[in-house]
């Protein structure tokens, strides 16, 4: 293909189905929020779903089969519009066990003679899985979404004293290339209410008060990681029902119609304006 200025187009809005990465505390409801998802099926890592009524691959073991349960969904003929993975820091251990056995080591830490070289190789099956979700995700319309707990890391930014943060419970390489694969990277939590009090003798102390309010962080900040390429607001309230739906609608700026995902025979599922 030549390039001239005969070329050039205007870009058009949000047209895809999201890839999301949703992170968060232990109990904050990330499988609840997955499952109230329309047309999603789970595909389950650990036996920790309990919610009644949600369509869900059998539990996985190998992280082969993920890559058929995947590759079933590609090849099949099928209404879902959402596949949740819950959750990708139990899978990682799959994976781990793929590397030793293609490299018949006894563990990650020793493939290759170690210094690293099986985290490296890991990070080669996260990026092929990546490449075939995204895939799934252009040629069916289907929202993808992965769940993880999360870990409390230092952090130390150029120039700044290091704080503790939430990130996303992988090794970091496979942290890297999920984040750089998503268009959300979303973070769950409870958020506390704290106020200072007289602790007397010229001193303070802080403590929590009330019931904790969940939101879900879109933006990433000194105590999480997040990001999304939406525009979506910092902060957005996790209610019981309907949070997924608010989503949607902010997604596409549209709060009367939200994000219209429906089948659309063989051209999949795209998100209207």
């Known amino acids: 293909m030549s390039f001239n200025l005969a070329n050039i187009e205007t870009t058009k809005g949000v047209t895809k189905s999201p890839l999301v990465v949703l992170s968060g505390t232990a109990g904050v409801g990330k499988s609840t929020l997955c499952a109230g998802i329309n047309d999603r099926v789970f595909l389950r890592i650990e036996d920790g779903l309990v919610i009644p009524d949600v369509p869900t691959f059998p539990l996985v073991e190998t992280f082969d089969q993920v890559l058929e349960a995947i590759d079933t969904l590609q090849k099949e003929e099928h209404d879902f519009g959402c596949l949740v993975i819950d959750s990708i820091d139990v ?18 830490e ?12 890991a990070a080669e099956h996260w990026r092929k899985l990546c490449l075939k979700l995204a895939k799934l995700r252009d040629t069916k319309g289907i929202t993808i979404v992965l769940i993880s707990h999360v870990q409390i890391k ?22 890297a290339i999920v984040q750089q694969w998503a268009d959300m990277v979303l973070f769950a939590q409870f958020k506390f209410s704290l106020i200072k009090e007289d602790a007397g003798w010229g001193k303070t102390r802080t403590r929590g008060t009330g019931r904790a309010e969940r939101v879900i962080n879109t933006v990433e900040a000194a105590g999480w990681v997040a990001k999304n390429r939406y525009g979506l607001p910092e902060e957005i309230p996790f209610k019981k029902e309907g949070t997924w739906d608010e989503i949607e609608k902010l997604m596409v700026g549209a709060p009367d119609e939200g994000l219209s995902i429906s089948v659309a025979g063989e051209s999949g599922r795209q998100l209207k304006q």
Do not use: N, T
């Open 91 to 108: 899978m990682e251990p799959l994976i781990w066990e793929k590397v030793c056995e293609e490299e018949h080591a006894d563990s990650i």
């Open 110 to 121: 020793k493939v290759g003679g170690g210094y690293g070289k099986g985290y490296i190789a």
């Open 154 to 175: 230092k952090f130390e930014a150029p120039g700044e004293p290091g704080v503790d943060r939430y990130e996303i419970k992988l090794h970091k390489a496979a942290s």
